[in-house]
């Protein structure tokens, strides 16, 4: 990750939402009328260049198909997925939302369900910075939004976040975008492990991150891609395979939800012709935060059981029933009789024992006389 000026990849993100919004995309219904506020200027230049020369099949088609190493269908059918994930949290009753790496992410100013949400945008100094002068003719829609500057390979997210205002005793929607790959194992780690020391039970996160490459021509274009994130500053140093993330997320206390992958998502948000898995293998984990108790995740109570919690209960103990009936209270903490209790003294038997008699306690009983009366006082 770029530890010196802003990021190169969080501008480029932006770019090819921007494009997607003015419809060089397959996905349907995609708009984010953010980013094309959040470019600089030679950035709206060259998204008005691009989506001009789209209106030629073949260049749009290019484009599209992401020969170069990048496709435009990408980042709007990642963005749907954790958009989706979130408004799933949120109808939940989750109003903490964390953005972690957010770039130049326009969620604060455009989802119009965090009315009543805390947003908390985390990302290193630099990129921040950036954003937070380009934001500035947007109009947040949070009910709180704040800024939080990290260095998620130096700075500790727990404290930053503490310092921010974020509850950790409250449900918490953590949104991980396109920040995995750019972070070592142990950054990874680290971010995790503060992440659900955050995180109360029943919290989620949305986690993208990016498989190594695989023998064949989707090898190509990630190699391409590689080159293309390195060049600006930022090298893959993360890349995680499906069972190194759903480790990665356990060790840290989340257990999985889904784990999606582009052909997952075509499905879902895009037309047939759309080809987004071309470029590389990138996939979005939903986990939840585990009971700490069982080890479940936490069950959803229903609203009665809810409201019956909160009212005034009646006393009912044994305890308080025999000080009503004035009667001394016997159980738990009340002296009860002697144990063990003295052994019985049998009764006399009537005759000698019988031929057939029955052996048992009181072995002189005869077999008429069975079972024996209690002793007395009984």
């Known amino acids: 990750m770029r530890t010196k000026g802003p990021s190169g990849t969080a501008s480029m993100v932006t770019l090819i939402r921007a494009l997607a919004h003015g419809g060089l995309t397959h996905v349907r219904d995609f708009q984010d009328p953010t980013a094309f506020v959040l470019l600089t200027a030679r950035g709206r230049m060259l998204c008005r260049y691009l989506l001009w020369r789209a209106r030629k099949p073949g260049f749009r088609q290019s484009l599209l198909a992401g020969k170069s190493g990048l496709g435009t269908d990408l980042v709007p059918l990642r963005t749907r997925v954790l958009d989706d994930a979130w408004h799933a949290a949120q109808a939940k ?9 957010a770039g130049l992410d326009g969620r604060a100013y455009r989802l119009e369900d965090i009315g009543e949400s805390n947003v908390f945008e985390v990302d290193h100094p630099a990129t921040q910075g950036l954003k937070r002068q380009r934001a500035a003719k947007l109009a947040s829609l949070a009910n709180n939004h704040l800024f939080v500057p990290v260095d998620f390979e130096r700075d500790s997210l727990s404290n930053a976040l503490e310092a921010a205002g974020q509850r950790m005793d409250l449900p918490t929607f953590w949104i991980w975008e ?3 790959p750019y972070l070592t194992r142990r950054a990874q780690e680290v971010t995790l492990a503060a992440m659900a020391e955050r995180s109360s039970a029943g919290s989620r996160v949305a986690m993208t991150y990016t498989q190594p490459p695989a023998p064949g021509d989707k090898a190509k274009s990630m190699r391409q891609t590689m080159k293309l994130v390195r060049f600006l500053g930022e090298p893959f140093l993360g890349l995680l395979t499906r069972a190194e993330a759903e480790e990665l997320l356990r060790n840290a206390g989340f257990r999985i939800l ?9 499905q879902r948000y895009a037309d047939s012709s759309s ?10 984990a939903v986990a939840e935060k585990a009971d700490l108790v069982s080890g479940r995740l936490p069950k959803k109570e ?14 009912t103990s044994s305890a308080a029933a025999a000080a009503a009936a004035g009667r001394p209270r016997r159980g738990r903490g009340a002296p009860g009789p002697p144990w063990p209790p003295a052994p019985c003294t049998p009764r006399a038997p009537s005759g000698g024992r019988r031929a057939g008699s029955r052996p048992g306690p009181w072995p002189s009983a005869p077999w008429s006389a069975w079972p024996p009366s209690p002793p007395a006082g009984r």
């Open 93 to 101: 009753g989750t109003r903490q939302l964390v953005l972690l790496g």
């Open 178 to 180: 396109g920040v995995t």
């Open 258 to 266: 889904e784990d999606t992958g582009v052909e997952d998502w075509r």
């Open 275 to 284: 080809r987004a898995s071309v470029v590389y293998q990138q996939r979005i």
């Open 302 to 315: 229903s609203p009665r059981l809810v409201r019956a919690r909160a009212l005034p209960q009646p006393v």
